[in-house]
């Protein structure tokens, strides 16, 4: 055992000196846009989904100095409100200009309430008025905790992760389709290949694992975005889905990691994670760049189109998936 353990902490020093070596000698991330780019998306609003941390908040930063209007969506408004500012002294600092409907080169920042776990709040949300919307990031989400439900009595895995993004994304169609050309995001997870969706139990009432829920709401994120392509077809609206990759961040807040064995995960975690902003590019790509612009139901990884298993698309369970989740949110009696 002691060998083991040795054998372990050897591996992940020499992967962290690896991983050190690769940062220090070089830039660790391939920014998408540079130089001339940087308007890109002026012009452009677009809504994130828990844009107050991890990838959401390196994902709005990214727009921003594209040019982008970003509407952060977050469930706690206070401390949104404390990261966008910290956003914008960011921008200041690296030689930006202060941002606001009138800053040129970088966008503006707006911070709006917006709880994924509520019905009703998703649907006050969108009864804001907005004039346009360019793109749609649902990034936010919850990672295996324990048991417990939305306001709306939903598994909460199921209900945020799904549920609260489907009834979101709908409500905003409108305004999408009325802005095209515009693209959703849908932020899901490689772990989609250990789910399914179970008809007979998806508020998970007569077995719940932390895990499995987990990939079964990511699975349900792909369907939703293959079936809402298919009914989005001639709209001049696409919709694609991505994994970011195994990033550091706060997701596993959930996840007990035993005091002795935190040092190492941390080491391990350093050397072989991504940071939110390497995370991020495949959302910031599929938000931005023309070269996937009208390209809709597709999966994406590391900025480039992946496949799926057969699973994921299934055009059956896409459409029965979509069917249920209309009534589990009050859009069909």
Same mark, same amino acid.
């Given at each position: 055992?002691?060998? #083991?353990?040795?054998?372990?902490?050897? /591996?992940?020093?020499?992967?962290? $000196?690896? +991983?050190? %070596? @690769?940062?220090?000698? !070089?830039?660790?991330?391939?920014?998408?846009?540079?130089?001339?780019?940087?308007?890109?998306?002026?012009?452009?609003?677009?809504?994130?989904?828990? #844009?107050?941390?991890?990838?959401?908040? /390196?994902?709005?930063?990214?727009? $921003?100095? +594209?040019? %982008? @209007?970003?509407?952060? !969506?977050?469930?706690?408004?206070?401390?949104?409100?404390?990261?966008?500012?910290?956003?914008?002294?960011?921008?200041?600092?690296?030689?930006?200009?202060?941002?606001?409907?009138?800053?040129?080169?970088?966008?503006?920042?707006?911070?709006?309430?917006?709880?994924?776990?509520?019905?009703?709040?998703?649907?006050?949300?969108?009864?804001?008025?907005?004039?346009?919307?360019?793109?749609?990031?649902?990034?936010?989400?919850?990672?295996?905790?324990?048991?417990?439900?939305?306001?709306?009595?939903?598994?909460?895995?199921?209900?945020?992760?799904?549920?609260?993004?489907?009834?979101?994304?709908?409500?905003?169609?409108?305004?999408?389709?009325?802005?095209?050309?515009?693209?959703?995001?849908?932020?899901?997870?490689?772990?989609?290949?250990?789910?399914?969706?179970?008809?007979?139990?998806?508020?998970?009432?007569?077995?719940?694992?932390?895990?499995?829920?987990?990939?079964?709401?990511?699975?349900?994120?792909?369907?939703?975005?293959?079936?809402?392509?298919?009914?989005?077809?001639?709209?001049?609206?696409?919709?694609?889905?991505?994994?970011?990759?195994?990033?550091?961040?706060?997701?596993?807040?959930?996840?007990?990691?035993?005091?002795?064995?935190?040092?190492?995960?941390?080491?391990?975690?350093?050397?072989?994670?991504?940071?939110?902003?390497?995370?991020?590019?495949?959302?910031?790509?599929?938000?931005?760049?023309?070269?996937?612009?009208?390209?809709?139901?597709?999966?994406?990884?590391?900025?480039?189109?992946?496949?799926?298993?057969?699973?994921?698309?299934?055009?059956?369970?896409?459409?029965?998936?979509?069917?249920?989740?209309?009534?589990?949110?009050?859009?069909?009696?």
């Amino acid at each position: 055992m002691a060998v #083991a353990t040795v054998a372990a902490l050897l /591996a992940a020093l020499g992967g962290a $000196l690896w +991983l050190a %070596a @690769r940062r220090f000698v !070089g830039p660790s991330v391939q920014r998408l846009h540079r130089g001339g780019d940087s308007g890109l998306m002026h012009g452009k609003t677009v809504l994130i989904t828990g #844009a107050n941390s991890g990838l959401g908040r /390196a994902t709005a930063a990214e727009l $921003l100095r +594209l040019g %982008a @209007r970003v509407i952060m !969506g977050c469930r706690d408004r206070t401390r949104a409100e404390e990261e966008a500012g910290q956003l914008r002294r960011e921008i200041c600092q690296a030689g930006g200009p202060e941002l606001g409907p009138d800053s040129g080169g970088a966008g503006e920042l707006v911070v709006k309430e917006l709880d994924l776990a509520s019905l009703r709040s998703v649907r006050s949300f969108c009864q804001e008025e907005e004039p346009r919307l360019d793109v749609l990031i649902n990034n936010a989400g919850i990672f295996q905790c324990p048991y417990m439900k939305t306001e709306d009595g939903f598994e909460m895995q199921f209900g945020v992760n799904h549920l609260g993004h489907f009834l979101l994304t709908n409500l905003l169609l409108g305004l999408l389709k009325s802005s095209a050309p515009s693209r959703i995001v849908v932020v899901s997870s490689k772990l989609y290949k250990y789910g399914d969706i179970n008809f007979e139990d998806l508020n998970s009432e007569q077995n719940y694992n932390k895990s499995f829920c987990y990939s079964r709401s990511k699975l349900a994120n792909i369907l939703f975005t293959r079936e809402l392509a298919r009914r989005l077809e001639g709209t001049n609206v696409t919709v694609n889905a991505l994994h970011p990759g195994v990033v550091r961040t706060n997701l596993g807040r959930h996840i007990h990691i035993p005091l002795l064995v935190k040092p190492l995960f941390n080491l391990v975690s350093w050397a072989f994670f991504k940071t939110p902003l390497e995370g991020a590019q495949t959302s910031i790509y599929l938000a931005s760049s023309p070269e996937v612009e009208g390209v809709s139901g597709k999966y994406f990884g590391d900025c480039k189109e992946e496949e799926l298993l057969p699973k994921a698309m299934d055009e059956s369970v896409a459409g029965k998936l979509w069917d249920v989740s209309e009534v589990m949110v009050g859009i069909l009696k």
